[in-house]
């Protein structure tokens, strides 16, 4: 039973770590660079916007979730007795936790912050900067939550249910 809790912690982190690595590959490869070439005032007014409406439930559960579940599935997994494979969903969630939530927290917020306060009219003197430190830092986190995906669909697809390791 408890293998297959694992399991299953496993499957739910899998498909979290995919529908955000998804989205952000999708701002990454198609937003951003639509967005780098408007102008001062729709750019400022189209990121407030987006900034806007991101902010829901379904996003906030499946972005909270997707930091927070590879953790329960590592620790599942170490309740199993499959400490192996504990180890590599607690490696997946530190480098998720790193490159993907702790840069959000750190890079992304911050200017989504200071973005909110921008007039579309007026904009400071450093929005492209701004803009440009956005997107790059996107695109780690596009890259990071994209290889934490492809690690997680390795694990779930390589699972055995043999008895715990020694």
């Known amino acids: 039973m408890r293998h297959q809790f694992a399991f299953v912690l496993g499957v739910i982190a899998t498909c979290l770590l995919g529908i955000m690595a998804g989205f952000f590959f999708a701002f990454a490869i198609d937003v951003a660079p639509a967005m780098a070439n408007l102008d001062a005032q729709s750019y400022i007014t189209t990121q407030q916007w987006i900034n806007r409406v ?10 909270f979730g997707s930091t927070l579940v590879p953790f329960v599935a590592a620790a599942a997994a170490f309740w199993s007795g499959r400490r192996r494979l504990g180890i590599v969903w607690l490696l997946i969630a530190l480098v998720y936790f790193a490159a993907v939530f702790w840069v959000t927290r750190t890079v ?3 200017i989504n912050n200071e973005l909110a306060s921008w007039q579309s009219a007026a904009p400071p003197s450093n ?15 596009a890259i990071a ?21 020694a």
């Open 54 to 63: 991101v902010r829901n439930a379904v996003f906030g559960t499946t972005y």
């Open 108 to 110: 992304n917020v911050p």
């Open 127 to 141: 929005w492209q900067q701004a803009r440009d430190t956005w997107n790059q830092s996107n695109l780690v986190r």
């Open 145 to 165: 939550s994209a290889v934490c995906f492809v690690a997680a669909v390795v694990v779930v697809a390589a699972w055995r249910p043999s008895p715990p390791e």
